[in-house]
């Protein structure tokens, strides 16, 4: 029994997390890279749309396009998330 596709997800996975930890204007730290069937599944956070960009255009090369979904947040976005957070919080406490 051989398990092909399972094992083209597994070098896909780790051709994407190579490519992007050698990119270096990329903090790949912060994005995690995983496999949802033939799909790369890209979370975690970037500094900016160019951050973006190059990790979605990187894992495109390797799994195509059509098979790349982005799930990153922007750090500003993440910072105003956690700004309105607090808001909410402070006035549910001020009632």
Do not use: C, K
């Amino acid at each position: 029994m051989t398990f092909e596709p399972e094992s083209l997800a597994y070098d896909q996975l780790e051709s994407v997390q190579a490519a992007m930890s050698a990119e270096l204007e990329l903090e790949s730290s912060l994005i995690s890279v995983s496999m949802v069937g033939r799909r790369v599944l890209l979370e975690g956070y970037v500094a900016d749309y160019g951050d973006r960009e190059r990790a979605t255009a990187i894992a495109a090369m390797i799994a195509g396009p059509e098979n790349v979904h982005d799930r990153l947040r922007d750090v500003e976005e993440m910072a105003l998330t956690s700004l309105v957070r607090e808001l909410s919080a402070s006035r549910l406490w001020a009632r």
